[in-house]
């Protein structure tokens, strides 16, 4: 095939291409004149909160009891409680006492993966019933021992040797791990209507 050849293949493409986005473009037009505006259900607009004020009021709590990933009875949905460390004033009003108890679901697991991936348990959907629990913003996220930053290095300097740089897809990350010792702070927005 010579050049004029291409070129004029390459033309009738884009000449076909353009004149079939014409179309549609008709064609959606046409049926959007033909659409009863009045029958069409308008999308639903939340308009039930405003989200504009920033002030936010800091929660610091401890969980109940250890959990690991190494625990094989930990599962996705599971609830938890936490204490409240100390008393939440809001405005003056204390909304919140020390020792109170929050509740809250582990939403994720993370499995380890290759090269030093580590495990990683998220929780949130965090609840009390002195507060309202959409002006909250709470998630929380702990993750075991990242060991690839041991992992890569080693697996680049094994690449010289080809097949033994993937030996290293073997080495797992670490663990997770929440404690009563870890710190876990959640916000809560009052001035979210």
């Known amino acids: 095939m010579n050049n ?6 390459v033309f009738i493409l884009f000449v076909f291409t353009a004149s079939c986005a014409h179309a549609k473009v008709v064609i959606n037009d046409f ?6 505006k009045n029958n069409v259900e308008q999308q639903y607009i939340h308009t039930k909160y405003d989200y504009t004020g920033t002030k936010k009021i800091p929660i610091e709590l401890q969980i109940t009891k250890q959990i690991s990933t190494k625990d094989k009875n930990l599962y996705e949905g599971e609830k938890l409680a936490f204490l409240v460390k100390y008393d939440v004033v809001s ?6 006492k020390r020792n109170d108890t929050v509740e809250a679901e582990i939403t994720n697991i993370i499995k380890s993966g290759i090269n030093g ?3 990683a348990i998220v929780i949130d959907n965090f609840e009390n019933p002195n507060l309202d629990n959409d002006k909250m913003i709470a998630r929380y996220l702990k993750s075991g021992h990242n060991r690839a930053w041991l992992v890569y290095p080693l697996k680049w300097a094994l690449t010289l040797l080809p097949p033994t740089g993937s030996l290293t897809n073997f080495i797992k990350g670490g663990h997770a791990k ?4 870890d710190k876990i702070t959640i916000y809560y927005y009052p001035d979210w209507k």
């Open 91 to 96: 405005n003056g009003k204390i909304i919140l």
């Open 4 to 9: 004029a050849a291409k070129i004029l293949v």
């Open 178 to 181: 929440i404690t009563p010792k």
């Open 117 to 119: 991936t580590p495990y």
């Open 31 to 36: 049926l959007v004149d033909l659409i009863d």
